[in-house]
């Protein structure tokens, strides 16, 4: 019988994940941390074959864990249905000999910039993409595209992202809501 590991099942596609895998006769084994874990329903649980517990905060631990497990373990395949995973799974299906995606694109999976660096060195048509190292710089680049920020007096809540989520009381600070200034041509005929 075949297996796979999935990696986090208790995310949007999780259990539809396991049933397909049940359907099809395949053993499907999960990894997770312990915490994580804990919060999964009967149904969930009862759908595994098997669970390994990592660190998830730490990738070069989770994959090494995850390597020995599978290896193990005679796993066949790797599938995460969590995308903040999805370079983990590149990774280990990578280190496991398995079919998948470059593991040198790993990171752009999951960033912004890469991927439109990746995206344009293969001459795949994307919109544009603008990086920058602070928000003076940001603001130039927006004003040479054509876009304006303006402040307003109506705040949006926004976390300190410096600090873990749950630890982090929502604060005020101003919106800038941005806008594409027009560009008008005109024609006119004799």
């Given amino acids: 019988m075949k297996k796979i590991l999935l990696i986090e099942a208790n995310v949007a596609a999780g259990q539809e994940l396991l049933d397909a895998a049940a359907r099809l006769g395949i053993e499907a084994y999960v990894a997770t941390h312990e915490e994580l874990y804990e919060q ?12 390994v517990f990592t660190d998830f905060s730490r990738p070069e631990r989770a994959l090494a864990d995850l390597t020995e497990f599978c290896r193990g373990n005679g796993i066949d395949g790797v599938v995460t249905s969590w995308e903040f995973l999805t370079p983990l799974a590149i990774r280990l299906a990578a280190e496991l000999g398995l079919p ?40 130039a680049l927006i004003a040479e595209a054509g ?13 300190d992202r410096s600090a873990s989520p749950s630890s982090t009381p929502l604060r005020s ?10 560009r008008r041509t005109s024609s006119r005929t004799a």
């Fill in 147 to 159: 876009f304006t920020c303006r402040s307003s007096s109506s705040p949006r809540r926004t976390r």
């Fill in 100 to 139: 998948g995606h470059d593991v040198d694109l790993a990171d752009a999976c999951r960033n912004k910039r890469l991927m439109s660096e990746v995206l344009a060195a293969h001459g795949v048509p994307a919109p544009r993409t603008v990086s920058a190292p602070d928000h003076t710089r940001l603001a």
């Fill in 40 to 51: 999964y329903g009967t149904e969930l649980r009862e759908a595994i074959s098997g669970t």
């Fill in 173 to 182: 600070s101003p919106r800038p809501p941005c806008s594409h200034r027009s």
